[in-house]
């Protein structure tokens, strides 16, 4: 991107109303998690909520609890619930395939400071947010923040930019100091996402897997794959979808055919090992001239 970038383009418009739609499913989706109500229910809820205000999501609600960090969302018949836990709430939206991506921590097991060191790490990495910066000081910004609760920022994930009907693109936002990152500019789109944790700060794939994306078109046999991959490629293109929002019969048995033929492929829950917890905040940020706008606020 470059300064001559227009900002009141209907591209950025579109950013824009993403995020509106956004920050105002987010809070009511937030108000509702409480013990006893379905991670389903909250879920179901929060996409519904995206269409009726006229988005689409950008990818299926992630309902993270605890160790979990990323890429966990309710299967088709989930009967889980939420206890005293720590969950984050991690959604997008988008408009003819422009994104906002938030995500929030819902705080029931009673470690709000764990909590805070997330939220506060994002509000003191958009403060330093101007055309010039690196990313690489917006990471030590976030790390510096976290340290300083005395937790550990996750450092295998890190913020993104957000492209046309593509969830994550270049640049990378990371989560700590590095010495070579990317210097933003003007027009730039970007979520950034700190995560805390009492943990180590590495987070590994689990054997879960409810979010795939079409990695792949080609022809394939099976009537339910063939069902399957018509409604991705129209529906939801190159963007995450649930193996729930497939409507051919045996959706797990269509998914598991196109993922062997490569067409398809899946997102692991990433975790912290047992026993630990992961915050999450996140807000979707456009580069302006003279700063930044936050699209999802």
């Known amino acids: 991107m470059s300064s001559e970038v227009d900002l009141e383009s209907e591209q950025y418009e579109k950013h824009r109303e993403a995020g509106r739609i956004l920050s105002q499913v987010r809070e009511e989706t937030a108000d509702r998690v409480e013990v ?51 969950i984050n709430l991690d959604i997008g939206v988008h408009v003819d395939g422009w994104l906002a991506d938030t995500a929030i921590t819902v705080d029931l097991s009673g470690h709000d400071e764990l909590a805070e060191a997330s939220e506060q790490a994002l509000e003191a990495a958009i403060d330093v947010i101007e055309p010039g910066v690196n990313t690489g000081d917006i990471g030590a910004e976030i790390e510096g923040v976290i340290d300083g609760y005395g937790f550990n920022p996750v450092v295998n994930l890190t913020g993104h930019g957000l492209g046309h009907w593509e969830q994550h693109t270049a640049p990378n936002i990371p989560n700590r100091a590095v010495s070579q990152g990317t210097t933003l500019e003007v027009g730039d789109v970007v979520a950034i996402e700190p995560f805390a944790t009492d943990g180590s700060g590495k987070v590994t794939e689990g054997s879960s897997e409810e979010i795939y994306s079409l990695e792949h078109e080609r022809s394939v046999r099976n009537r339910q794959a063939r069902e399957a991959l018509s409604q991705i490629t129209e529906e939801f293109r190159t963007l995450p979808f649930a193996t729930r929002w497939l409507e051919t019969d045996r959706p797990e048995m269509a998914l598991r055919r196109l993922k062997s033929s490569s067409v398809v492929h899946g997102y692991p829950v990433l975790k912290e090992d047992d026993g630990f917890l992961v915050s999450q905040k996140e807000h979707t940020i456009i580069i302006t001239e003279d700063g930044c706008e936050v699209t999802t606020e």
């Open 36 to 86: 006893g109500v379905s991670h389903l229910e909250i879920a179901e809820y929060a996409e519904d909520r995206i269409r009726e205000l006229g988005g689409q999501p950008a990818f299926p609600v992630n309902i993270s609890i605890d160790e979990e960090a990323a890429h966990a969302t309710p299967s088709i018949d989930d009967e889980s619930t939420f206890g005293e836990e720590m």
